[in-house]
């Protein structure tokens, strides 16, 4: 077929190259798709959020990543490399979410005398309490969690009907939510008798991704991905 040795290693030389463009072209986008059509819909709030507002570049040269992702496809390594994405830690989060007034803000749980409970309940991440892709807003099915800090809880001139200290005794922790709000950004009255309470069917279905069951009113609302991108566009048009 080939009389010219020359034509020969030009013909091998484009097929090794289809080759390789096949692979970068078809196969590694198919294994990303892959990994995207098994996650599920992304959370409250969040529809209409683009995935880098979340995900940004990871570390390591395009080569590396390729590198790494062409050994995953051949079955060289274990997990696919992040491709163009780093963990979202809670600084991802917080670049919109940032509520000065939180009363459970994530770095106060770094204090030592926290060590315990967060052996129970890692308060210190977001992510404990909202993983992403999950179609949910908390991913705690039962939000009884207050126990692992409030457990010695005394409140001085009670209000309520029935006291917090009775409550407590009586181990009554899923009544917490139905009256306070966790990060306490909602602006509501806070029910003082028990029959005033937010059914805890409406928190459950809240958790799950529901109506806000507190308030439609705030004290702050998140940056919008327009502002996010704004206020961040000198860093994203570095990378
Ligand atoms: C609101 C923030 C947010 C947005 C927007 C977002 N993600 Fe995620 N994603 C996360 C979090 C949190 C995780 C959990 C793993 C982690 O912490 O890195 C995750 C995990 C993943 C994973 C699992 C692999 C990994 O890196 O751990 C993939 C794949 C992924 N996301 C793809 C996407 C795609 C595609 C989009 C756009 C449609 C998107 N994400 C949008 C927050 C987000
Ligand atoms: C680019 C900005 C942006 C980033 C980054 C972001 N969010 Fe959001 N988030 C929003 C917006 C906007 C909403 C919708 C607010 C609304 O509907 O009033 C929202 C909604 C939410 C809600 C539901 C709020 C409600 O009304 O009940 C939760 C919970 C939440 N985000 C947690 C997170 C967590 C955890 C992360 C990090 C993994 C994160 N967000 C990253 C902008 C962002
Ligand atoms: C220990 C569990 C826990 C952790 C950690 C946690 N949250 Fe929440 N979050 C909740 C619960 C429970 C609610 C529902 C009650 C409420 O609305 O405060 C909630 C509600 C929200 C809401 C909707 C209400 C609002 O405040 O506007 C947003 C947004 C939110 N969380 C973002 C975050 C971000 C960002 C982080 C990390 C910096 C975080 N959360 C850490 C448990 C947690
Ligand atoms: C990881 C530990 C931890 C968890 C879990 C926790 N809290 Fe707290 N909470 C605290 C600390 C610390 C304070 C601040 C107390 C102080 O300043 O003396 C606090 C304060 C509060 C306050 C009073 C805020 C104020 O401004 O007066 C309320 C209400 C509250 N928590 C409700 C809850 C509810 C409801 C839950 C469960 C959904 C919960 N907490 C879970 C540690 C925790
Ligand atoms: C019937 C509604 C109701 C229920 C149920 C309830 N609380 Fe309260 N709580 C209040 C009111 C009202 C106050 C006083 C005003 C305020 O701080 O908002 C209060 C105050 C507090 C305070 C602040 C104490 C202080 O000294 O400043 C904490 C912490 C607290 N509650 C935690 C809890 C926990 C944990 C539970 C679950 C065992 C719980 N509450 C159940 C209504 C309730």
């Known amino acids: 077929m080939f009389k010219n040795p020359l034509r020969k290693r030009q013909y091998i030389g484009s ?16 294994k990303q798709s892959e990994d995207y059509l098994s996650l599920g819909p992304m959370n409250t709030g969040h529809e209409g959020l683009s995935c880098d507002a979340c995900h940004t570049d990871a570390k390591g040269t395009l080569l590396q990543q390729l590198q790494s992702n062409v050994s995953f496809t051949f079955g060289m390594r274990k997990k696919a490399a992040d491709f163009g994405t780093e963990n979202v830690d809670n600084k991802k989060c917080l670049a919109c979410h940032d509520r000065p007034n939180d009363r459970h803000p994530t770095h106060r749980f770094l204090e030592t005398r926290f060590k315990e409970a967060i052996t ?21 099915a039962e939000a009884t969690f207050c126990v692992n800090c409030h457990y010695d809880l005394e409140v001085k001139n009670d209000p309520i009907d029935v006291p917090h200290e009775k409550l407590i005794a009586d181990e009554q922790w899923s ?60 860093y994203l048009s570095a990378r």
């Open 120 to 140: 129970q309940i890692d308060a210190t991440q977001c992510e404990t309490c909202h993983r992403e892709h999950n179609d949910t807003r908390i991913v705690l």
């Open 15 to 30: 097929l090794i190259g289809i080759g390789i463009g096949i692979i970068i072209y078809v196969v590694l986008p198919l």
């Open 175 to 234: 009544t917490c939510l139905q009256c306070h709000d966790f990060h306490g950004n909602h602006i509501y009255q806070v029910a003082e008798k028990l029959k005033d309470t937010i059914p805890l069917r409406e928190i459950k279905a809240y958790l799950k991704g529901g109506e806000d069951p507190f308030s439609k009113k705030k004290k702050h609302l998140p940056l919008s991905e327009e502002e996010w991108r704004t206020i961040n566009s000198k």
